[in-house]
């Protein structure tokens, strides 16, 4: 089925109405109030309705099933339309309903009534309306009919702008300036609760860095302790008594060493040499 959608633009003439269509208002249930589905515009008639939902029931029971609206002007019903679903299956219906165009002031609470046996399930209803914007000339001005309400026969109205008033301008001035005074002891706070944020944290990371250190000294502490501990189990006893020496010389006698002399003999001269030399240097 197609739904009717909203036809009016965003600019129109004077003379032009505004077109438009409801959301479903079935949607939460059987019931529903008209000011919550209906702009609440002055001016505003509905001029139609459509509605779908679909029965479920035996062919042999008698149903009617009803789609109305309360007058809430009058008492009884603004609007009611009756389907006749006895003696026939179940099925769905989609039905469009010309309306005379009745103001929205009648249209009370809206509802879907069922007599006899059935039952009624997806229903949608939606109502069609239209509206003059410039129902009330005094809406707008640019309605036509639209009276200024200053102009008043014999009555000479000068409306003064009340910010040209020296007074006025000086105050305002001055709630600018104190404005601007305040932001500036705002921002002087927040420097000084910044830098009193920056000692506290200064001072925590000194606390904490020095229990560090005293954790790392007690780790090395820990390990030096434990690289000297020398368990019980490397220690073993050695037997004692008395080791025979099993290495003899066949020479109870070493000879001299040529070699050895003649290198001893020109270290001696060498000497000689150097002492002698510290009394010849005149």
């Keep these: 089925m197609a739904v009717l959608a909203l036809l009016a633009c965003s600019s129109y003439s004077y003379s032009e109405e505004i077109f438009g269509s409801t959301q479903n208002a079935a949607s939460n249930g059987f019931n529903w109030a008209m000011t919550n589905i209906l702009p609440q515009q002055t001016g505003l008639e509905v001029n139609g309705m459509v509605y779908r939902y679909t029965t479920t029931k035996d062919p042999s029971d008698d149903m009617l099933v009803h789609i109305q609206n309360e007058d809430a002007i009058n008492g009884g019903f603004v609007f009611r339309n009756t389907d006749d679903w006895s003696g026939v299956p179940g099925n769905t219906i989609n039905k469009v309903v010309p309306i005379a165009n009745i103001p929205i002031q009648f249209w009370g609470d809206g509802s879907i009534e069922v007599e006899g046996e059935g039952e009624v399930s997806g229903a949608s209803v939606i109502y069609t309306y239209q509206f003059d914007p410039c129902f009330d000339p005094q809406s707008s001005p640019t309605c036509p009919g639209y009276k200024d309400p200053f102009d008043i026969p014999g009555f000479d109205i000068n409306v003064k702008d009340p910010l040209d008033d020296d007074l006025i301008q000086a105050e305002l001035d001055r709630k600018a300036n104190l404005k601007d ?5 705002r921002q002087r706070q927040r420097v000084v609760a910044k830098e009193k944020l920056d000692a506290r944290l200064e001072s925590l990371m000194g606390i904490v860095n020095t229990s560090l250190l005293a954790a790392d000294a007690a780790a090395k502490h820990a390990e030096l302790m434990a690289m000297n501990y020398i368990p019980q189990s490397y220690y073993a006893s050695i037997p004692g008594g008395t080791y025979v020496e099993t ?3 066949k020479d109870k006698e070493l000879p001299d060493n040529p070699k050895a002399r003649r290198v ?8 000689e040499e150097m002492v002698n030399s510290q009394y010849n240097k005149n």
Excluded: Y
């Design 181 to 185: 005074e305040d932001e500036e002891d």
């Design 247 to 249: 290495t003899q010389l």
């Design 264 to 271: 001893s003999f020109a270290q001696q001269v060498l000497h």
